[in-house]
Nanobody, 113 residues
C-alpha cells in the first residue's frame, strides 16, 4: 500500500508563508488525484486544495489566491504553498490520495504572533 508522509508544518506569524510537503512511497501522481485537507480543533475536516492526475487544481474558497498546490514527479512529492496566513488557518494539514482514500499522518500548522 502506498504511504504518505507530510512535513513542513510549524509556527508562522500572521501574514507569513509556509510550504508543506507530502512524499509518497511510490510514483502515483500520473494515476491518482491528490489533495490537502485540514482539520482544526472542534471543526470538520475540510478540503484545502486538490490536483488531478491531469494537473487540474481546485481550492477551498478561503484558500483561493493564497494557497498553491503543486507536485514534483521525480520526488513523488506534492506541495502546498501557503501565503498570507491568517488566524483561521491553524490546523492539522493532511495529504490524501483521493482516489484510494489513503491519508498521511498530518502536520501541524500554527499561526501566531
Amino acid at each position: 500500500q502506498v504511504q504518505l508522509v507530510e512535513s513542513g508544518g510549524g509556527l508562522v506569524q500572521p501574514g507569513g508563508s509556509l510550504t508543506l510537503s507530502c512524499a509518497a512511497s511510490r510514483s502515483i501522481f500520473r494515476i491518482y488525484s491528490m489533495a490537502w485537507y485540514r482539520q482544526a480543533p472542534g471543526k470538520q475536516r475540510e478540503l484545502v486544495a486538490g490536483i488531478t492526475s491531469g494537473g487540474s487544481t481546485n481550492y477551498g474558497d478561503s484558500m483561493k489566491g493564497r494557497f498553491t498546490i503543486s507536485r514534483e514527479y521525480g520526488k513523488n512529492t506534492v506541495y502546498l504553498q501557503m501565503t498570507s496566513l491568517k488566524s483561521e488557518d491553524p490546523a492539522v494539514y493532511y495529504c490524501k490520495i483521493d482516489d484510494l482514500n489513503i491519508w498521511g499522518q498530518g502536520t501541524q500548522v500554527t499561526v501566531s504572533s
